[in-house]
């Protein structure tokens, strides 16, 4: 499931590269009906872009959406977004987009994302984004997960980012859960650094187990180290 959530990911990049190149249209729409559904295609012209897009039904109940469009603001600013879902009743579906663009300022950014599932089976979801200001800041973020009825599944999420004036922050998040034992184990993290060069932030690891609690260990750069005892029916113990 993860590998249809990359290729989705790869088709957003494509598809968002190309719509910026799209030529003006006149504002059309067309609609299809079938013994095997209908279908709906739009295509219109704004004074400050183009969009288009296509619904479609099954008599099965399954869906398709596809959208799309690129724009340029009065101040010089331009964006192209795209995205799709799909949807078959008793199976599953996906949902994926993306966009990017440039601000007025000479900003820059650029994010896609995809959520796939299977029913009764579990899912998988990966997300990006990448920025930068026009005075030199820069952003980025990551996030995945993944989930299998029954058997456990996985979390993890990142961030960078970086001022204009030297000062600069990062992050993660994690998490795994194993569903035959009802445990897992946590971790998530800071670090800072400001524009005089001070650092400081935190580590922190969770061991958990379902319907116990859990015990937390903290380890900071200028406060010391400490565990946290979470025992269920108890209030929280620090040592």
């Known amino acids: 499931m ?12 494509l598809i968002t590269s190309v719509l910026p190149l799209c030529q003006p249209a006149q504002a059309q729409r067309a609609r299809f009906a079938g013994s095997r559904g209908t279908a709906v295609g739009y295509n219109s012209q704004g004074q400050y872009g183009q969009r288009m897009g296509l619904r479609a039904a099954g008599t099965n109940g399954g869906r398709l959406g596809l959208r799309g469009g690129s724009y340029t603001g009065p101040n010089g600013g331009t964006a192209a977004t795209a995205g799709g879902t799909a949807y078959m009743p008793g199976v599953g579906g996906i949902h994926a987009s993306g966009s990017q663009g440039q601000t007025a300022a000479g900003g820059a950014w650029q994010r896609g994302g995809a959520t796939a599932w299977q029913n009764g089976v579990g899912g998988a979801h990966a997300s990006q984004f990448n920025g930068t200001t026009a005075n030199g800041g820069a952003a980025s973020r990551n996030s995945n997960w993944q989930y299998q009825n029954g058997v456990g599944g996985s979390a993890n999420r990142d961030f960078n980012a970086t001022s204009a004036s030297g000062a600069s922050a990062s992050g993660y998040k994690t998490n795994n859960y194993d569903a035959t034992t009802g445990t897992g184990t946590a971790t998530k993290g800071r670090d800072y650094t400001s524009k005089d060069g001070n650092t400081y932030g935190y580590d922190s690891t969770t061991a958990y187990t379902k319907g116990e609690g859990a ?9 010391g180290d400490y565990t946290i005892d979470y025992s269920k029916g108890s209030k929280a113990v620090s040592q």
């Open 2 to 13: 993860q590998k249809k959530v990359v290729r989705v990911l790869i088709a957003l990049t």
């Open 215 to 223: 015990q937390k260990t903290i380890e900071t750069q200028n406060k």
